[in-house]
């Protein structure tokens, strides 16, 4: 059994930074991707960044520049480090990671973290 664990979220004012942290436990053998996704009221979920390994990211135009995603291997752990946050980041942040486990690949999806920008 796999279990990923968000924390993080909060209420910021615009300008302000979050940094969200999402732990994977369980039966895991490999780590493909890590990544953030996040859904607003009445939108579709979307990609924030990705992060293959350590050189190997990617982020949605909206965010370069002000999100930093990182991963801890060792402690399976993916963060996303957010400055300068504004009222169009607010939404739910959902952590995704692909990966290999003892019953086979697949991807997991964390609990989702609630994260709101006041402008």
């Known amino acids: 059994q796999v279990q990923l664990v968000e924390s993080g979220g909060g209420l910021v004012q615009a300008g302000e930074s979050l940094r969200l942290s999402c732990a994977a436990s369980g039966s895991i053998s490999s780590i493909a991707a890590m990544g953030w996704y996040r859904q607003a009221p009445g939108k579709q979920r979307e990609l924030v960044a990705r992060?293959?390994?350590?050189?190997?990211?990617y982020y949605a135009d909206s965010v370069k520049g002000r999100f930093t995603i990182s991963r801890n291997n060792a402690k399976s752990t993916v963060y996303l480090q957010m400055n300068s946050l504004k009222s169009e980041d607010t939404g739910v942040y959902y952590c995704?990671?692909?990966?290999?486990?003892?019953?086979?690949?697949?991807?997991?999806w964390g609990q989702g973290t609630q994260v709101t920008v006041s402008s």
């Open positions: 992060i293959f390994d350590v050189r190997t990211t």
């Open positions: 995704n990671v692909l990966m290999g486990t003892l019953v086979g690949d697949g991807t997991y």
